[in-house]
């Protein structure tokens, strides 16, 4: 019986694990952190014949005749580059997921930021379109769960993270999306250019391939790369690289010189997700579905959580969950969505990267910011460097809500924004739980 070796107790690790014990692995998942809710998964899954590690860190062992990585695990841990050296398989768990799903097509989406939103709404044209083609990956199921599953889907929705892709060189999806393209994560890949090669991977490796040709760095770097890609412009078809793609004319989306539908179709705000929209849209057609089924997804789409989620009004004010800003850009984006002036809550787990343009919208928008957790200090320094001083150290998200409430009557702000540009894992296990936890307080305050 061949032996695997799972890193990582989250949804997928937990998903590859069950995978392979179905295909005759002896499997052992192991993961550095203990914790009671582990503990309990712990058992189930010793019950089902697998064996768990818990606060255990990874050695690799001859034995092994695979190793699965779970996305957050980093690829270049000395360990890992261990076990490559003595020979031992080593993969991501969404290329063993793929070993299983490549018969069926996948649309694949990556990028910096807008993965989420397009990831969506594609799964919701396939839907609206009569097939069976749940979203996986970054959002919704961990692609394992997928091929674990009785049911097959028709199309697999996939959005695939640079760590994802790094670890699973194999994935080739149909159709591609490359949202955008921003610094981000460079603690992990080092340069931008390393980060840009990641990405670049997963479109090469794609029957066909769609670009955001509004995105600065991918117009300046990706057409001479990728020669016959589809690219999108919310500006018009005069704006589209080689004339191939999706556009937005007198109101109208547009694909290939055909109208598909109303641009203002989608509710959700911003010049943002219009181009998200853009992309869905394009990877639709490509994907040959007709323009009733997508008009009817989009007109029907209520929206991602923890992406500019409304959450609740209280008292004339607006309380907003953008927990998914987990990087400058993605806050800036945040701010620039919502009405002036606003109260912001940042802060969390701080990540590298270029802060300017996210500290001019704060100057420009933001009445007063609420800072919290690991990056309040750093965050509060920052923010003086540039000469703004309204802001207060409140570290919590329990203080953070109700002191947002009090200074939006003060200021007379229509709109409480938890956009953090920072990682959550300083206070929290995910971001989600962090929206989560924002949405609970929210909620509380307004009875």
């Not at 150290?393 to 002191?403: D, K, L, Q």
Request: some cysteine.
């Amino acid at each position: 019986m061949p032996n695997a070796h799972i890193i990582g107790l989250g949804r997928s690790g937990i998903a590859a694990a069950k995978l392979l014990k179905r295909e005759g692995y002896s499997v052992t998942l192991s993961d550095l952190k203990n914790s009671p809710a582990f503990q309990q998964q712990q058992q189930q899954l010793v019950d089902g014949g697998i064996t768990v590690k818990l606060g255990y860190s990874f050695e690799p062992d001859t034995s092994d005749n695979l190793i699965v990585v779970s996305p957050g695990v980093p690829w270049d841990i000395p360990a890992l580059i261990r076990a490559r050296e003595l020979g031992i398989e080593t993969i991501g768990e969404m290329e063993l997921a793929w070993r299983y799903l490549n018969n069926i097509p996948w649309v694949g989406i990556t990028g910096t930021n807008g993965k989420t939103t397009t990831t969506a709404l594609i799964a919701a044209i396939f839907a609206a379109a009569g097939f069976y083609a749940p979203a996986c990956g970054n959002i919704g199921y961990a692609a394992c769960e997928l091929a674990l599953a009785d049911k097959k889907p028709d199309w697999v929705i996939a959005e695939i993270s640079s760590y994802q892709i790094e670890s699973s060189a194999a994935v080739a999806p149909r159709i591609a999306v490359w949202t955008t393209f921003t610094p981000d994560h460079l603690s992990r890949h080092k340069t931008l250019e390393n980060y840009y090669n990641i990405k670049a991977h997963l479109l090469t490796q794609a029957e066909v391939q769609i670009f955001n040709g509004d995105d600065p760095y991918l117009q300046k770097n990706a057409p001479a790369r990728f020669t016959n890609a589809y690219w999108t412009s919310v500006k018009g078809k005069a704006d589209l690289i080689n004339s191939k793609g999706a556009y937005i004319e007198n109101g109208w989306v547009v694909f290939e010189g055909e109208e598909i539908l109303p641009a203002t179709s989608l509710r959700m705000v911003g010049e943002h997700n219009q181009q998200n929209l853009l992309m869905a849209v394009a990877a639709a057609c490509l994907a040959g579905i007709g323009k009733d089924a997508i008009a009817s997804a989009i007109a029907n789409f209520p929206g991602v959580s923890h992406r500019l989620e409304h959450i609740c009004t209280w008292e004339g004010i607006d309380f907003i969950n953008d927990s998914k800003a987990t990087n400058y850009d993605a806050a800036e984006v945040g701010l620039n969505s919502v009405s002036a002036p606003a109260i912001l809550i940042a802060g969390g787990e701080a990540k590298a990267g270029d802060d300017t343009k996210w500290l001019e919208k704060i100057k420009a928008k933001a009445a007063a910011v609420l800072l919290i957790g690991d990056a309040a200090a750093a965050f509060a320094k920052r923010l003086e460097e540039v000469g703004y001083s309204n802001y207060e150290i409140v570290e919590t998200m329990e203080r953070a809500v109700p002191r947002g409430a009090e200074l939006a009557k003060q200021y007379q702000a229509k709109v409480v924004l938890l956009s953090p540009a920072c990682a959550s894992f300083d206070q929290y296990q995910s971001f989600e739980h962090r929206g989560d936890n924002f949405r609970e307080i929210c909620q509380k305050l307004a009875g």
